[in-house]
């Protein structure tokens, strides 16, 4: 075909594609979908700190959200860092960290000895320069724990030493870029709230040709093409014409890619839109064509892609359900040929497949799941079924129109995303089988007799500094939980380290019973003698869990002398099930226009009877043995009995800084 016919057939093909959709999947959005985004990005403050590939990214930030406002802090070499109070540094929302290649690089790797020793050597060195210029550079986040993102290094586009030498081999400066990311990722990893951005990954994606510099420009310049050389270059003989005539330049694409690339790291970290359950219909969704019709097509491409992306969500924590209208008796059957064996049907947490309406049956899948439209994701081929199930169950997200994008919009969205995988992720799963098969029993039991024969253990353990290993699984509770949550408030690894340093504890509640280990599904934010946050997961709920973690804090007090235990419970859209909480347990309201209750500790708790509470290897003294006493030492209050009053004022509404949004999310 000549260049022209091939121009003809390509023009036609895109006069054929929506431009929109197009544009939403390409160029600088290709790496990060928006399909999944409910709640807009908006009045971000950031702070970068770097060299002169950083120095475009206030103005970039700018043009993709006039809201977003940054600072720029130059440093080069090892220059100071310069010092920033406390009250500053809690403006920003998180930093970005660009660390000059140069400054850790020099000028002698192409001057070394011809040995892979006086290159490992080298390297040995650059990672102790590496390593000394990431501490002086991360005070913010090493004093104030400010979420930080660290962009690594751009991966030359060649060896150097020519196509045919040896890949994996230290003379070959991408290898030796390589191992640097390495390295550098796994500083970064010993940071706490500070993650390490790829940046190769999204140069790579792009096009390295059309982003990097190193095809000109020494490789440890490591920035993008420009026309900075032109200046220099008009009293040649034949002035050159500008870079960007040679070369196809897509800078600000790149800027722009990599800016979205760290923003959509923000939205995971703040768990906005997040998706907890993902629907699927089975013709022409999970596989191609209609199984009940013999018109299977094959699994190949796409669906295979599909399945294997289900699985993925699953190892994150996400979800899976079936609703589709089929034949239940021989979708079974045949299960394992029509998806080739490639996922099984255990896999999904619910199935309904029958011919209700879809709208009923996704309803039935959320109670029975106690999860929110707002969390779910329904795929689905038919445009008639999608529209019909936005219309009944607002909040719903729904995909099916495009099965090419649906691998990289559910793989691929921050909202699918997780900042930490933890164990309950992984086995959400298996815990949700376990909650029905505990319903299915449950409904034949009277409730009494049902907890009697439950077997429930809560074990009780105190956090006190964010290295905590629960503590990932317990900032997920505070962010994902709504329904029992009794102030909505979410958090950040910052705020929690500003609480912990102000003495503030956070419980953290662990349940297992005779269907299954639960994991941690609850967890308190306590002052004193004051209960400042309580959440517990929805798998947890009508068991008496909480009932029985409020008597032992009350137990723990009575112990210290405290007359009194306060509690905050805020309202919000979606928390109706925490609101009998501290009523039924004997708080009072101090006024009604206050969120504050209180509770005389003259009137003894009534512990569930049901529940064996273990706190830190000991049984609660609930149960008739010795429990260790406060290691904070606190009476738990004034001598009056009155509440001390909370670092931050923790009466007062919560910050907007955060952006943090009541009722947003969903069970976790």
């Not at 120095?55 to 809201?67: G, H, K, L, R, T």
């Not at 994701?377 to 997200?397: F, H, K, Q, Y």
């Not at 299915?440 to 009780?460: A, D, I, N, P, Y």
């Amino acid at each position: 075909m000549d260049s022209a016919a091939s121009e003809n057939t390509n023009e036609s093909r895109m006069k054929e594609f929506d431009p929109s959709l197009f544009a939403l999947h390409t160029g600088s959005r290709y790496r990060t979908p928006i399909d999944l985004q409910v709640t807009p990005d908006s009045g971000l403050r950031f702070l970068v700190v770097g060299g002169c590939l950083a120095q475009p990214f206030q103005e970039v930030a700018a043009m993709i959200n006039s809201d977003f406002k940054s600072d720029f802090l130059l440093l080069n070499n090892f220059d100071s860092f310069p010092e920033i109070s406390a009250e500053r540094a809690s403006r920003y929302d998180f930093q970005i960290i660009h660390i000059p290649l140069r400054s850790i690089f020099g000028s002698s790797y192409f001057r070394l000895p011809d040995d892979e020793k006086s290159h490992e050597d080298f390297l040995g060195e650059t990672q102790d320069y590496l390593a000394h210029y990431l501490a002086g550079v991360v005070k913010l986040n090493i004093e104030h724990k400010l979420l930080t993102f660290v962009l690594g290094f751009m991966v030359p586009q060649q060896n150097q030493m020519g196509r045919l030498q040896p890949r994996y081999d230290l003379r070959n400066v991408m290898y030796f870029i390589e191992r640097l990311n390495m390295f550098l990722a796994a500083e970064v990893s010993k940071l706490q709230n500070a993650y390490f951005v790829d940046i190769d990954q999204v140069s790579a994606g792009i096009g390295k040709k059309s982003c990097q510099d190193d095809g000109v420009w020494s490789f440890t310049h490591g920035t993008t093409l420009s026309d900075g050389d032109r200046d220099h270059d008009r009293n040649r003989i034949e002035p050159p014409r500008p870079m960007t005539q040679h070369y196809s330049a897509r800078w600000l694409e790149f800027f722009e890619a990599l800016l979205h690339e760290i923003f959509a790291m923000h939205r995971t970290i703040s768990q906005r839109d997040i998706v907890k359950l993902v629907a699927v219909d089975l013709d022409d969704t999970l596989w191609r064509g209609v199984a009940a019709e013999g018109t299977l097509g094959v699994l190949e491409g796409w669906p295979m892609g599909f399945i294997e992306t289900l699985l993925i969500l699953k190892k994150r924590g996400i979800l899976l359900a079936i609703v589709s209208k089929n034949n239940e008796e021989f979708i079974r059957s045949n299960w394992d040929h029509l998806v080739q064996g490639r996922i099984a049907l255990e896999d999904f947490a619910v199935h309904k497949i029958n011919f209700k309406s879809k709208i009923e049956n996704l309803a039935e899948v959320l109670q029975e799941i106690n999860l929110r439209p707002q969390n779910t994701v329904m795929i689905d081929d038919n445009p008639t079924e999608r529209a019909s199930i936005e219309a009944g169950l607002p909040g719903v997200r729904v995909l099916g129109s495009h099965p090419y994008y649906l691998k990289r919009i559910l793989l691929w969205s921050a909202e699918a995303q997780r900042c930490a995988i933890t164990e309950e992720s992984v086995r959400k799963t298996e815990m949700v089988h376990a909650q029905l098969q505990r319903e299915s029993v449950r409904k034949t039991l009277s409730h009494e007799e049902f907890l009697k024969t439950l077997g429930l253990c809560v074990s009780l353990s105190t956090l006190r500094e964010i290295v905590d290993l629960r503590m990932a699984r317990t900032l997920e509770l505070f962010n994902k939980t709504n329904q029992f949550n009794t102030t909505g408030e979410r958090y950040t690894l910052e705020e929690c380290h500003r609480n912990f340093a102000a003495g503030r504890e956070v419980y953290a509640i662990e349940a297992k019973d005779r269907f299954t280990q639960y994991g941690l599904i609850g967890a308190a934010w306590v002052w004193q003698n004051c209960v400042v946050h309580l959440v517990m997961s929805c798998r947890a709920l009508g068991l008496g869990i909480e009932d029985a973690f409020l008597a032992h804090l009350a137990n723990r007090l009575i112990r210290r002398n405290t007359t009194v235990m306060f509690a905050q419970l805020r309202p919000t859209e979606v928390n109706m099930a925490c609101r009998p909480v501290f009523s039924r347990n004997g708080f009072t309201l101090l006024t009604e226009k206050s969120f504050l209750w209180s509770r005389s500790l003259a009137a003894p708790f009534v512990a569930p009877p049901h529940v064996l509470l273990t706190v830190s290897g000991g049984v609660s003294p609930q149960t008739g043995c010795q429990a260790p006493t406060c290691p904070a030492g606190c009476a738990g209050g004034s001598s009056d009995g009155s509440p001390h009053r909370l670092p931050g004022d923790v009466f007062t509404e919560v910050s907007s800084r955060s952006n943090r949004v009541r009722g947003l999310g969903g069970v976790a």
